[in-house]
Nanobody, 123 residues
Framework: QVHLAESGGGLVQTGGSLRLSCVAS????????MAWHRQAPGKQRELVAS???????NYADSVQGRFTISRDNAKNTVYLQMSSLKPEDTAVYYC?????????????????WGQGTQVTVSS
């Protein structure tokens, strides 16, 4: 099992910055990809940014150039630096991680999610 603990959410004004952190803990093998998703009220959860264990990054078009994802593999931690925040960035932000695990007969990718942290951007 992998437990993901997010921190860093809060209330910020338009144009401000926040940094989210997510620490992965638990026994087993190495963490694979990590990512941040978000879900605004009345909307579907969407991918914000992802990063592989090798450091390959991917961003949603809506945050490209404003958000930066990074990770510290030694600490099993992923970060999301958010700048130039807009009211439309308001959402609950969820940390995601995956890991390849063996269920006794074969290897499978298992997805893990954090509880979420609220980010609110006031206009």
């Amino acid at each position: 099992q992998v437990h993901l603990a997010e921190s860093g959410g809060g209330l910020v004004q338009t144009g401000g910055s926040l940094r989210l952190s997510c620490v992965a803990s638990g026994t087993g093998g190495s963490i694979g990809a990590m990512a941040w998703h978000r879900q605004a009220p009345g909307k579907q959860r969407e991918l914000v940014a992802s990063i592989t264990s090798y450091g390959v990054k991917n961003y949603a078009d809506s945050v490209q150039g404003r958000f930066t994802i990074s990770r510290d593999n030694a600490k099993n931690t992923v970060y999301l630096q958010m700048s130039s925040l807009k009211p439309e960035d308001t959402a609950v932000y969820y940390c995601y991680a995956d890991r390849i695990e063996n269920d006794g007969s074969r290897w499978n990718r298992v997805d893990y999610w954090g509880q979420g942290t609220q980010v609110t951007v006031s206009s």
